[in-house]
């Protein structure tokens, strides 16, 4: 169910992530975890490895990003590195989720907006999105931001005893 944030709501703010959001991010990763098929994870995380995550990340020089309403981790993104081999150094992989209560209400569209405008600052050239299919709110909102589809791999994931197909997205920046 897609919630619309009322007109009264919190103006949304996105920010670099730090470990401090570590609970507040895997509270909505566990959501995920639990519930849903966008991930192949199937045990939820501690604060701790979430924490670890985003160290990882950042002390990769990738940004991860938080959006806030009010006080309130609503979602995040961030990119990784597509492959360890320098040859791609200058590919990424975006992930982004959001708080369930709060799909739908444009926090995925700001996250994304500030993602693509730091690794253009950061000079990556390729922007490459997973995503377990089916999954038309993540297809739109990769779509809207330009990545077309180049791939799709049937049944390469399993869970909740289904096999699952994954699509890949890609951008040039």
Request: charged share 20%; net charge negative; glycine share 8%.
């Amino acid at each position: 169910m897609n919630l619309r944030t009322p007109a009264t709501a919190p103006e949304t703010t996105v920010r670099l992530a730090t470990v401090a959001d570590a609970e507040a991010v895997v509270r909505i990763y566990n959501h995920y975890i639990s519930n849903t098929i966008v991930t192949f994870e199937e045990e939820p995380l501690a604060a701790a490895e979430m924490a670890q995550r985003i160290e990882h990340v950042l002390g990769a020089t990738m940004p991860w990003l938080v959006a806030e309403r009010g006080s309130q981790v609503v979602g995040y993104a961030y990119a990784s590195t597509w492959e360890p081999r320098r040859g791609y150094r200058f590919s990424t992989e975006i992930t982004v989720y959001l708080d369930p209560t709060q799909t739908g209400g444009g926090i995925g569209s700001k996250l994304y907006e500030r993602l693509f405008a730091i690794l253009k600052e950061q000079g990556l050239h390729v922007v490459i999105g997973g995503i377990a299919l089916p999954n038309a709110a993540s297809v739109a909102l990769h779509e809207k931001f330009g990545l077309e589809k180049v791939a799709h791999f049937r049944d390469v994931g399993t869970k909740f005893g289904q096999w699952i197909d994954v699509g890949y997205w890609q951008r040039i920046l």
